[in-house]
């Protein structure tokens, strides 16, 4: 068996795979990321067999507009696996997509799994990226392939903090000489942002809008701090008015979604600002000179940076990549194993 593993392992291009709330990321070795795709599966049920119709960007298009005989899923919830048989499926599905070559060929996979996952969560990533056909599934925490990937120099003995804001949660880390100092995870992302937008709406407004469309308003206009006029810039949405079941079309400023998101961007602000107050003395110190980094697709929100900056009176930065730094820091650890290996877990 070990030498069929040692045989398949060199036709197999090893990966690093992002399995994020919102999307999926897939990097492969000496290739860098030839995939980004929306974590969604579309099954097609007939007589109570499901079969899939449609994985990735294709997926999210039917979300919400699905007639009884498909259903759109999300296997990933606030970062674990909570549909356990979907995911296996979507990994599948990736791993194909990226390796065109033969069936033959198992990749070794390294995961990035948010800090705060239990064990139980640990082993049905890990059990998926098996039975997906990956020969080995190395495990890597959130906050270190964040850093990782934002550059930061994390193997010296200097604290470096890092917020990494993803679909589901917001991981916050204090990292030094290569490891986790401290870290919490808070189950607050991009999606309970779009929760905020849904239920405010409906309160305001009377309106019911789908997820879709909470998504479009937030990465259009959305924002952490109200507009210095107090409006900001607006657009035009549509929904259902729920006083009289009809669509209808409406205008929302910038000043209302600030309002709409205060509370997920102040437990954002309050798991920043928790992580500051039990930081070591000396790291505390360390990120004063060097300020606190933002990755993830929720560091996108307009003026997250300088909400933080204020609660906080530390400087903020945005990643270059926010939205792919966990994707590359996973690649990196794949590509430099050796100098890592105490990072990634390979059993559990």
């Known amino acids: 068996m070990g030498f069929f593993d040692n045989l398949t392992g060199l036709f197999a291009a090893d990966m690093a795979i992002d399995l994020g709330t919102a999307n999926t990321l897939v990097y492969v070795k000496g290739r860098g990321i030839i995939l980004s795709e929306p974590s969604v599966v579309a099954y097609h049920v007939k007589d109570g067999v499901k079969k899939v119709l449609a ?3 294709d997926a999210k298009l039917m979300l919400g507009r699905t007639p009884g005989s498909i259903e759109a899923i999300r296997p990933m919830r606030e970062g674990v696996i909570a549909d356990f048989d979907t995911a296996e499926e979507m990994i599948k599905h990736f791993i194909r997509k990226v390796h065109k070559r033969s069936t033959f060929s198992k990749p070794k996979i390294i995961v990035c799994v948010p800090h705060g996952a239990t064990p139980v969560e640990k082993r049905a990533i890990r059990q998926s990226v098996l039975s997906a056909g990956a020969r ?8 270190i392939a964040a850093a990782i990937g934002a550059g ?5 003995p200097t604290g470096n903090m890092v917020v990494d804001i993803g679909g589901g949660t917001t991981e916050v880390a ?10 919490r ?3 607050v992302g991009g999606d309970r942002m779009d929760e905020a937008i849904i239920s405010y709406l409906r309160r305001q407004q009377n309106l019911l809008v789908g997820e ?3 998504e479009r308003i937030k990465t259009s206009i959305g924002t952490a701090r109200m507009p210095d006029d107090g409006r900001g810039q607006s657009m035009l949405i549509r929904g259902r008015d729920l006083l009289n079941g009809v669509p209808k079309e409406i205008e929302i400023s910038q000043a209302q979604v600030a309002e709409a998101l205060a509370e997920p961007v102040q437990q954002i602000c309050e798991a920043v600002m928790t992580a500051l107050e039990t930081t070591p003395p000396d790291l505390a110190a360390d990120i004063v000179d060097r300020g606190v980094m933002l990755t993830g697709g929720g560091a996108l929100l307009g003026d997250l940076d300088l909400a933080l900056r204020e609660q906080t009176g530390l400087a903020v930065s945005i990643a270059d990549e926010s939205l792919n730094c966990v994707a590359l820091g996973t690649g990196k650890a794949l590509e430099y194993e050796k100098q890592l290996r105490h990072a990634i877990d390979y059993d559990s």
């Open 212 to 214: 879709s469309t909470a």
């Open 55 to 57: 994985v990735g960007e």
């Open 152 to 156: 930061m120099p994390i193997t010296d």
């Open 185 to 187: 995870s808070v189950r």
């Open 136 to 143: 080995r599934a190395g495990l890597i925490a959130e906050p």
């Open 174 to 183: 204090v990292l030094s000489l290569g490891d986790i100092v401290y870290a």
